[in-house]
């Protein structure tokens, strides 16, 4: 659950400040959006995918490789030069959101016994939703504080620290029998939701009959 915590605090952290980093990268708030939306979209496209993989590999070690690569949006994110780069960065980095997720409710699923499950699962789910709205509710107090790339570079050691730990206490689960992982099937989920939700968000500002595009545009002077 600490891992878990360390990973998706920072879902929605940014919400409060994207005024300033628009102003930072001298784009729109419109445009910085996708720090939120990018991210949200990439969790819920990957971790059905993810998940499979927790089943085929084994839900540690998909849970640590998600581990690894927060570590490494965490401080790449902290270092970000433009506003694309940070949305992309963002974007990628949320897949670890959707590997600690999935692998973690897996670990939980199969680790409890019957009796307890119910419990365990209770506060997964407290971390898991409750995290991202931590993350609102402290936002603006850290970002006034620190500013918003040290809640990365202070995230990275949490993360640190979760995945050495978690390397020497939690169980590696079984696998399941060996398939054929459905490629097409992915790709397929993953492209229509990634259109459908592109269109929503960028129907109101480029048209509903647009050809689509994300613009990058410089606010008024």
């Given at each position: 659950?600490?891992?878990?915590?360390?990973?998706?605090?920072?879902?929605?952290?940014?919400?409060?400040?994207?005024?300033?980093?628009?102003?930072?990268?001298?784009?729109?708030?419109?445009?910085?959006?996708?720090?939120?939306?990018?991210?949200?979209?990439?969790?819920?496209?990957?971790?059905?995918?993810?998940?499979?993989?927790?089943?085929?590999?084994?839900?540690?070690?998909?849970?640590?490789?998600?581990?690894?690569?927060?570590?490494?949006?965490?401080?790449?994110?902290?270092?970000?030069?433009?506003?694309?780069?940070?949305?992309?960065?963002?974007?990628?980095?949320?897949?670890?959101?959707?590997?600690?997720?999935?692998?973690?409710?897996?670990?939980?699923?199969?680790?409890?016994?019957?009796?307890?499950?119910?419990?365990?699962?209770?506060?997964?789910?407290?971390?898991?939703?409750?995290?991202?709205?931590?993350?609102?509710?402290?936002?603006?107090?850290?970002?006034e504080?620190?500013?918003?790339?040290?809640?990365?570079?202070?995230?990275?050691?949490?993360?640190?620290?979760?995945?050495?730990?978690?390397?020497?206490?939690?169980?590696?689960t079984?696998?399941?029998?060996?398939q054929?992982?459905?490629?097409?099937?992915?790709?397929?989920?993953?492209?229509?939701?990634?259109?459908?939700?592109?269109?929503?968000?960028?129907?109101?500002?480029?048209?509903?009959?647009?050809?689509?595009?994300?613009?990058?545009?410089?606010?008024?002077?």
């Amino acid at each position: 659950m600490g891992g878990l915590f360390s990973v998706n605090v920072t879902f929605t952290i940014l919400a409060v400040a994207l005024p300033r980093i628009a102003h930072d990268f001298h784009t729109t708030r419109n445009t910085m959006t996708w720090v939120i939306t990018g991210p949200m979209l990439a969790f819920g496209i990957a971790a059905p995918t993810l998940g499979k993989a927790a089943d085929q590999y084994g839900a540690k070690r998909v849970y640590q490789m998600g581990l690894l690569l927060s570590f490494t949006a965490a401080v790449m994110s902290s270092l970000a030069w433009g506003a694309i780069p940070l949305i992309i960065i963002r974007t990628i980095g949320s897949l670890e959101g959707a590997a600690t997720g999935a692998a973690s409710m897996a670990m939980v699923m199969r680790t409890f016994d019957r009796e307890d499950r119910v419990k365990a699962m209770g506060w997964w789910s407290l971390v898991g939703a409750g995290g991202p709205v931590i993350g609102v509710v402290l936002g603006g107090f850290l970002l006034e504080t620190i500013g918003w790339r040290w809640l990365y570079a202070c995230q990275a050691p949490l993360i640190a620290i979760a995945f050495v730990v978690g390397s020497i206490v939690l169980p590696q689960t079984e696998k399941l029998p060996p398939q054929k992982f459905d490629v097409a099937g992915a790709l397929t989920l993953s492209g229509g939701i990634t259109a459908l939700l592109f269109a929503i968000n960028r129907g109101p500002e480029l048209g509903w009959s647009s050809g689509g595009g994300v613009r990058v545009t410089r606010p008024a002077s």
